[in-house]
Nanobody, 122 residues
Framework: QVQLVESGGGLVQPGGSLRLSCAASGRIFGINVMGWYRQAPGKQRELVAAITNGGNTNYAGSVKGRFTISRDDDKNTVYLQMNSLKPEDTAVYSC????????????????WGQGTQVTVSS
């Protein structure tokens, strides 16, 4: 069984930084695209950043230059370094991963983490 477990959320003042982590566990053969999404109250979920297994990255315009996504394939982990945080970054952040794994046979599915709250406030 594959699981994604996130950590690193919390309360930070405007201008501050946080680093989110998302670790995948299970009988994993490989992880293709990994990404971070966020959903603020009353708003739709949006893609924040994504990274392929080749290291190509994609960012939402609102976070370019402030957030950096990275991955450690030895640890099956994706990170989101968030700098210069703004109140409008407040949301529940969730990781998403396209994973190839073994469960009786080789399978490929998309998994979500449980979500972690990020609050930017003075």
């Amino acid at each position: 069984q594959v699981q994604l477990v996130e950590s690193g959320g919390g309360l930070v003042q405007p201008g501050g930084s946080l680093r989110l982590s998302c670790a995948a566990s299970g009988r994993i053969f490989g992880i293709n695209v990994m990404g971070w999404y966020r959903q603020a109250p009353g708003k739709q979920r949006e893609l924040v950043a994504a990274i392929t297994n080749g290291g190509n990255t994609n960012y939402a315009g609102s976070v370019k230059g402030r957030f950096t996504i990275s991955r450690d394939d030895d640890k099956n982990t994706v990170y989101l370094q968030m700098n210069s945080l703004k109140p409008e970054d407040t949301a529940v952040y969730s990781c998403n991963a396209d994973i190839t794994y073994y469960s009786g046979s080789v399978r490929r599915d998309t998994y979500w983490g449980q979500g972690t709250q990020v609050t930017v406030s003075s």
